[in-house]
């Protein structure tokens, strides 16, 4: 593991020290992130460690600039939801600036890539543990997918996401989960 990667995990773990993700420190998802992220290179692996940091602390821009180069705090920056007063109106906002992004731009290619291994983190991690959140990423897929998908750029980890959000789906469809949900 490189230097750079190591300072971009241990920042991100003491910025984000008293934060939870659900019963497990915030540093859990960080990572899982940062594992899904990791075929597509360093700056990703960096991205996704530092992806919640301007939206979850009182980290700025520049400071990541300063530690990691333009590049990270820039694709860092595109993944940040935009402040808005409900979560409806900050993931339509962030939808925006996503689906105008050219991959071929390396701080956009590294946002988009990132952007989808974190919803892919947070959809499996929903799935197992807060069904009202998955329902809420079920809710949200079309919408998300829209503004990141794009072709040949981690094809594999959209059939996984689109998988497990049909299975979702599917499954609420069942008659038999019907009635276990209205036993339950």
Not at 46 to 60: F, K
Request: overall charge positive.
């Amino acid at each position: 593991m490189s230097n750079r990667l190591e300072k971009a995990r241990e920042w991100a773990r003491v910025r984000h020290a008293l934060q939870r993700y659900g019963a497990q420190p915030y540093r859990c998802h960080l990572d899982h992130v940062e594992r899904i992220a990791a075929p597509f290179g360093e700056q990703a692996r960096i991205v996704a460690q530092l992806h919640d940091i301007l939206e979850d602390t009182a980290t700025r821009v520049d400071e990541i600039s300063a530690l990691f180069g333009p590049t990270v705090a820039r694709a860092v920056m595109l993944v940040t939801d935009p402040r808005r007063p409900s979560r409806k109106e900050r993931k339509r906002a962030l939808n925006q600036r996503l689906i105008a992004l050219d991959p071929s731009d390396e701080a956009a290619w590294l946002a988009l890539v990132v952007k989808t291994c974190d919803r892919l983190a947070n959809v499996i991690a929903s799935s197992e543990h807060s069904p009202p959140r998955f329902l809420q990423y079920q809710r949200e897929h079309g919408g998300f997918r829209v503004a990141v998908y794009r072709p040949g750029l981690c094809d594999h980890l959209w059939r996984e996401l689109d998988g497990l959000i049909d299975a979702g789906q599917q499954a609420d469809r069942h008659p038999d989960h019907q009635l276990h949900a209205s036993i339950s």
